[in-house]
């Protein structure tokens, strides 16, 4: 079998979505998710530099495929590049399972549980808000929430969505918008919501909490002492995390989980967080950590140091990397959780998937394969718009981290 032509389509079906697909000369295809908030042309345009050099190639060659992308660049690492060989792996990973007619879990080493936990996005304007719609997760069924504030005097905060969406979406159309931000408000705030939490909500629901790379390490040590009375599931993205070592702060004053990962793309994000045991878990997904063959290999290596996946699900990443992360979350031993973030119907359209919701887990469904398809001649009608993630400064002025 060989592979006979590579494809990369941008569409807009409520949101834009980087898409790959490679199909072999007996007519297999196999689906693949490049998508890069806010950067979706630079992907296409590397993975068009790709394909010339996959056309003839023998598909079921996975690994050897993904080294001759990452070893065989040159340049090495980055999101671009790492959005990129993560679609030609999953395209491979999917058609794989549908020559095998099995799922793609079962070529993983099989179902190492039932399902796979997950956890929504709950989000309000104050505290008050926060708990109601909290409360509507429950409702639904989820064990797990994670819950975010507006912080009152900054018109706005990380992950509190516009009234009538039913998620936060921080790409928005045209440039980039500007937010604002002060760290000694948010932290003398956030403490207060999971107080209140906790009192309406009782223990058995797990929290989660994102403060989104804006502390500095000792911040972020307050804040997860502060925290620690209502045990939360994980605080999420305390720092920002190009210096490893920040972690030791945090680490050796709280006992708060951490979690960190998402804007990670290889194991070598990783390595100083892992062999010193500074996390807990660690969130890349698939598409922005190399695909299911670079995965493995972060899950295996997190596993020895007691870290478990806890991989990124926002609506940036299409229900192919979600279909991805399901087959990869249900098979390995260290699985964490899942974050789900929930796609419109418009994306679900384009997108026709296996897996399915119930009572706060996600199946993968057993199809051959990922179990997802792309909908070619409908993505043509919604065709890619420009839009930017936010950036943030400070009261004063000063850009910031976002
Ligand atoms: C999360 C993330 C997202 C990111 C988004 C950027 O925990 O889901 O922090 O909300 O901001 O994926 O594109
Ligand atoms: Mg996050």
Redesign the pocket.
Request: proline residues 7%; negative net charge; aromatic residues 12%.
């Given at each position: 079998m060989k592979i006979q032509e590579a494809k990369v389509f941008v569409s807009c079906p409520d949101r834009n979505f980087v898409t790959l697909k490679i199909t072999t000369d007996e007519g297999v295809y196999g689906v693949g998710d490049a998508t890069?908030?806010?950067r979706e042309l630079a992907v296409k345009a590397y993975l068009e530099d790709l394909i010339p050099c996959l056309i003839g190639r023998d598909p079921a060659q996975i690994e050897d495929i993904w080294q001759y992308f990452y070893r065989g660049a040159y340049w090495r690492r980055g999101p671009v590049t790492m959005a990129a060989i993560a679609a030609i792996d999953m395209a491979l990973w999917d058609i794989k399972g549908k020559v095998l007619n099995t799922p793609v879990y079962n070529l993983l080493g099989g179902k190492s549980r039932k399902g796979v936990m997950v956890y929504g996005?709950a989000n309000g304007k104050d505290i008050n808000d926060t708990v109601k719609e909290v409360g509507k997760y429950i409702e639904k069924g989820y064990l797990a929430v994670?819950a975010q504030t507006g912080v009152p005097g900054l018109k706005d905060s990380?992950?509190i969505s516009a009234k009538d969406k039913m998620y936060?979406e921080?790409?928005t159309k045209g440039l980039p918008q500007e937010s604002e931000w002060s760290t000694e408000k948010y932290l003398n705030y956030v403490p207060k919501l999971f107080k209140k939490l906790r009192e309406e909500y009782g223990d058995e629901v797990h929290f989660l909490h994102?403060s989104?790379h804006r502390l500095t390490p000792i911040e972020a040590a307050r804040l997860g002492k502060e925290l620690e009375p209502y045990h939360l599931f994980w605080l999420?993205?305390t720092v920002p995390a190009e210096l490893q070592e920040g972690f030791r702060i945090i680490r050796q004053h709280t006992t708060t989980p951490l979690a960190v990962g998402?804007?990670f793309n290889t194991i070598w994000d990783t390595h100083i967080l892992f062999t010193e045991q500074l996390i807990d878990y660690i969130?890349m997904s698939v598409v922005h950590g190399g695909g299911l063959t670079h995965m493995k290999k972060i899950a295996a290596m997190a596993e020895v140091y007691h870290v478990k996946t806890g991989c990124?699900?926002?609506?940036?990443?299409s229900p192919i990397t979600m279909a991805a992360a399901l087959h990869f979350g249900i098979s390995i031993n260290n699985f964490g959780i899942q974050?789900y973030?929930r796609h419109t119907d418009k994306t679900n359209e384009v997108f026709p998937h296996a897996y399915t919701f119930d009572k706060g887990y996600l199946y993968p469904g057993d199809k051959p394969g990922l179990g997802v398809d792309f909908d070619e001649k409908l993505a043509e009608k919604y065709p890619y718009e420009r839009a930017y993630?936010p950036v943030n400064r400070k009261l004063d002025g000063t850009l910031f981290n976002?």
């Open positions: 890069l908030n806010g996005h994670r990380y992950g936060y921080p790409a994102d989104h999420e993205d998402e804007v969130r990124h699900g926002p609506t940036d990443v974050e973030m993630l976002w």
